[in-house]
């Protein structure tokens, strides 16, 4: 096959190129002792059933605690927790207890008995059901069990309203809130009354 060239771009070697990714908290471990792993390497990959992947360096502490158990929480980031989770990411559970150190409170999930940040304004509850050895990282396919949302982030209709919640992604070493309101889903062909009905609750 001949080279093609791209006038307006630079080819690079194959790498992990998406972004903005979800950054989350994934507690993992007992509720004696707890421990939390930063992770951006997650996502939603079934609806019914609901189920989520995250990839876990094989090094990592919480790669045994999660092998031993096969369950884990994912506790989603706000603004206000990004310090704890840029800290969860660089120190080790080996040698810090940090729930301890951070001063978060940890929280019995009631379907999987694992510990779930309170501080966290949403968290779900998983049990591993397939692990694929990849290479640098193993990847836990999970189920949803449970899912845990703060009173506040819940309107009138008894929906979720997460724009409430100031989530934060992340984007190569560097951590974001979300940003500006561009649209829903399907607005790009929604009619104009919908599109005024949806403007004015946003």
């Not at 307006?8 to 004696?32: H, K, Y």
């Not at 990411?89 to 019995?108: M, Q, W």
């Not at 009138?156 to 409430?164: A, E, H, R």
């Amino acid at each position: 096959m001949s080279e093609i060239v791209y006038n307006d771009r630079t080819s690079l070697n194959p790498s992990t190129m998406l972004s903005p990714v979800p950054v989350v908290m994934v507690s993992c471990g007992s509720m004696e002792k707890p421990n939390i792993i930063t992770l951006a390497w997650v996502g939603t990959i079934n609806s019914e059933p609901p189920m989520v992947s995250i990839s876990i360096r094989k090094e990592r502490y919480s790669h045994d605690l999660i092998e031993n158990s096969g369950k884990f929480a994912i506790n989603l980031v706000s603004e206000d927790l990004v310090k704890e989770t840029d800290y969860c990411g660089i120190k080790s559970g080996r040698d810090v207890n940090k729930f301890t150190h951070l001063r978060l409170k940890a929280i019995e999930g009631n379907v999987t008995g694992v510990p779930m940040i309170a501080q966290s304004p949403v968290n779900m509850e998983c049990t591993v059901k397939q692990i694929l050895r990849l290479g640098t990282h193993d990847m836990y396919i999970a189920s949803i069990d449970a899912v845990h949302v703060k009173n506040e982030l819940m309107d009138k209709k008894g929906s979720v309203d997460l724009d409430k919640a100031g989530l934060v992604a992340y984007s190569h070493g560097e951590y974001y809130r979300l940003g500006k309101y561009l649209g829903f889903y399907g607005f790009s062909v929604a009619g104009p009354e919908a599109l005024k009905r949806r403007w004015r609750r946003s």
